[in-house]
């Protein structure tokens, strides 16, 4: 589903900022992406503070639960304190996406733009599809712990313009990019090619354990087990290959630059592939603005099948130890 390792080299990329970015992606205080563009990570997913310091700007998604404080605090520190922004706009409503929108609407009492698609999940209407933890890989375990719910933002949120302009972003347009979620989106900046690709694709490997810890950067395909669209997937990828962008900041992994990045999106595009199995490879889930109308059937988990067998084992074995321990015991 990724680039080929030889059209990634670790040699090649750089992050965009510079390489202090990658060594302080942890830190809770915004890093410079480009002019006007700054990301802050909450904890495995980034948001985005679109805008130069101490001037107007605008929200780009909002993390996971909890984090409306660490983001207060990086708008303090980078437009200046009680500085609202003029509008959050949401790629998507997941929960690492949308996580803090009602802290933070409720605060800031601003405009949030998300596509018509998207409004079921965020006015109650509807859940998203089930994840599909079965296609193996890091983030499909974790997915079993995440949540699929919508939420309720009834009274705040708005549909986009349908002309791809937003408002309050002057030199932005927003696409349709669906796939991972029936109503994505993603923002391109034309004057200096800079793409928010939400998680249209992500800049590095969700589905390898070690880049979990390294966040190895390179390009690869949406989060697998919460993609549940995979030829609108592709069609979306292969669209953006189209802007070829000079910076490419997703909503996971390190944002990116490098030479030559338009052509090696054009190659992710045509090598995108959906997972060799699992619930969403063959059939979409069906969706409407009514919100979802079907979804495959589950594949079957192994996993509780595992972990029986393996309690099963642990306590037989601890049953005979203790066992051969007493039988010790009453010799004496």
Known sequence: ???SPSARSPEDVTVASGPDVASSRNHLSPQEVAPGIAYLTT??????????PGSPWVLVDTGLPHSAHAIRRAAAARFGEGRAPEAIVLTHGHFDHAGSIIDLAATWNVPVYAHPLEMPYLTGKSDYPPQDPTIGGAIAFLSRFFPHNGINIAGTVRALPADGTIPEMPGWTWLHTPGHTAGHISLFRQADGVLLSGDALTTMDL????????????????????????????????????????????????????????????HLASHLTPPLGGRYADQPAMTDESGVVSVPPPVPDPLPTYLAIAATVLGITAAAFYEKRNRRQRSY
Do not use: C, K
Not at 43 to 52: H, I, K, Q, S
Not at 237 to 251: C, D, K, N, Q, T
Not at 261 to 266: A, D, K
């Open 207 to 266: 589905d390898s354990w070690s880049a979990q810890v390294t966040e190895r950067q390179e390009l690869d395909g949406p989060p697998t087990p919460l993609t549940t669209d995979w030829d609108a997937a592709r069609d979306s990828v292969e669209r953006l290959s189209h802007l070829y962008p000079s910076v490419i900041a997703a909503g996971h992994g390190v944002p990116i630059a490098f030479s030559g990045v338009g052509e090696r999106l054009v």
């Open 1 to 3: 589903m990724s680039i």
């Open 43 to 52: 904890l495995f997913v980034n948001l985005y503070l679109v805008g130069e």
